[in-house]
């Protein structure tokens, strides 16, 4: 990034704010007699969540090697798109940039923002091109969504210092895969490039998409502005105690993406020579991005028999998007797909 202070590409209204924190919760301040936030005296769950919520960014914090100012929470990765792009984007005006095919939630959100969603089409490995990239960032650009491993692709994008480098706005690059890969996160860039933005979850590998707990590392600065504009009380008291019971459970984490990796292993064999595909594309996540020869026939069928899949059809055409799923599930799907010839 040639542009030094992150504030230049801030809206200015979003400069001005001040960050609703309450006076328990910026003292941390807990008295026997709680008479200041209209709660009911009773029960267990009568008491609003920690509006800062330390203790798991604290715990976070040891866990990724960043600092605890270096971390927002939201409601699922989700918000923080929703946050990011309120943050930097000046509505009717400001466009953002996202890979195509990749994640519709980036242009949901920038849309009902007012926001342009530019479009970077992929090669036919769904790979960036690197000199298309390029032409995109002579626009008043402001964020560029970077999808690794992308969905509904299933591949890593190599060489993300480049898209840092020779970009002049926000570069958030969305992780919500990145257990599934074997690859290094980019968290290690954070101290490098003041304008990237990480996103992780624990919806995917840590398997608590219930729970809604995103995460976004960056600089101090940019996520101060998150904490400034996010809802006081995003993060509600169940899920916050769960994530931190489950950050006590690493473990679980790597047995979790273990049987994933395994089961993807196992899904892909039984996939291979099966007639009704044209191609299996490689994926570093817990899904495949399938071109079925007869993709009408066969997603019907699925329906038929109640196997929910993502069909991607027109947009990429021929192909389905299938989750690995348990064992169970992925022998009806086999078994659904070896019977369907013509
Ligand atoms: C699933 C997914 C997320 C996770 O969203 P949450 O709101 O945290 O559940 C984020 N980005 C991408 C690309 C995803 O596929």
């Not at 995003?234 to 994933?260: A, G, H, R, Y």
């Not at 291979?272 to 019907?300: H, S, W």
């Amino acid at each position: 990034m040639k542009n030094n202070s992150i504030n230049t590409l801030v809206r200015k209204n979003i400069l001005k704010l001040q960050p609703y924190i309450s006076f328990r919760d910026q003292h941390e301040f807990h008295a026997p007699v709680m008479l200041d936030a209209n709660e009911s005296p009773f029960g267990e769950f009568n008491r609003y969540p920690d509006s800062t919520q330390k203790k798991l960014k604290n715990k976070l914090a040891g866990l990724k090697d960043v600092s605890p100012s270096q971390i927002a929470i939201g409601n699922g990765s989700d918000e923080l798109i929703d946050l990011i792009i309120k943050i930097f984007c000046e509505p009717k005006k400001d466009s953002i940039l996202m890979m195509n095919p990749s994640f519709a939630m980036y242009g949901f959100y920038a849309a009902i923002n007012e926001n342009n969603v530019l479009k970077l089409n992929l090669d036919e490995n769904f790979e960036i091109v690197k000199e298309d990239f390029l032409t995109f960032v002579k626009e008043p650009v402001k964020i560029f969504f970077l999808c690794s491993p992308n969905n509904p692709t299933g591949n890593s994008i190599d060489d993300i210092e480049f898209y840092l480098q020779n970009f002049n706005g926000i570069v958030v690059v969305d992780e919500a895969y990145i257990e599934f890969s074997g690859k290094k996160s980019s968290l290690g860039l954070l101290e490098k490039y003041p304008n990237l933005i990480v996103l992780q979850t624990f919806s995917k590998a840590w398997g608590i998409a219930g729970a809604r707990v995103g995460m976004a590392y960056a600089s101090e600065e940019i996520i101060s502005l998150i904490n400034t504009v996010k809802a006081p009380y995003n993060v509600n008291i169940l899920s916050q105690e769960l994530i931190l019971k489950t950050l006590d459970e690493e473990t679980k984490l790597q047995q979790n993406v273990q049987n994933i990796l395994i089961e993807r292993e196992w899904l892909e064999d039984q996939l291979r020579d099966i007639e009704c595909i044209a191609k299996i594309f490689p994926t570093d996540a817990n899904f495949f991005l399938i071109k079925m020869k007869n993709v009408d026939q066969v997603y019907g069928k699925m329906l038929d028999h109640e196997i929910l899949t993502s069909r991607r059809d027109p947009a990429i055409p021929g192909c389905i998007r299938i989750n690995v799923g348990s064992r169970q599930e992925n022998e009806k799907l086999v078994n659904l797909l070896k019977n369907i010839t013509d």
